[in-house]
């Protein structure tokens, strides 16, 4: 059985950094893609950085330059970077692992992340 399990995240003002780590149990990240997701009040679900089983990574226009997606495959994580916050990444954070060949995703609970002005 396959678990995300999601950390860090709190609160933060602006211009502030913070880091937010998804742990998988039960499968290997690096074969997986690992994607971070972020959900605001009121909005919709969008996509905020990738990580593929090659390495590459991919990262929406609204964090890029920002926010750095990165493996530790010792620990079988992903840890996103978070720079230069601003209020509008207020969201609740998800992680997703994905694999070719799996009948489904698997998501993490989710962490709050909390930029104030």
């Known amino acids: 059985q396959v678990q995300v399990v999601e950390s860090g995240g709190g609160l933060v003002q602006a211009g502030g950094s913070l880091s937010v780590s998804c742990r998988v149990v039960?499968?290997?990240?690096?074969?997986?893609?690992m994607t971070w997701y972020r959900q605001a009040p009121g909005k919709q679900r969008e996509l905020v950085a990738t990580?593929?089983?090659?390495?590459?990574?991919n990262y929406s226009d609204s964090v890029k330059g920002r926010f750095t997606i990165s493996r530790v495959h010792a620990n079988n994580t992903v840890n996103l970077q978070m720079d230069s916050l601003k209020p509008e990444d207020t969201a609740v954070y998800y992680c997703?692992?994905?694999?070719?060949?799996?009948?489904?995703?698997?998501w993490g609970q989710g962490t709050q992340v909390t930029v104030s002005s």
């Open positions: 997703q692992a994905t694999r070719i060949g799996w009948r489904r995703d698997y």
């Open positions: 990580i593929t089983s090659e390495g590459s990574t």
């Open positions: 039960g499968a290997s990240i690096a074969l997986n893609t």
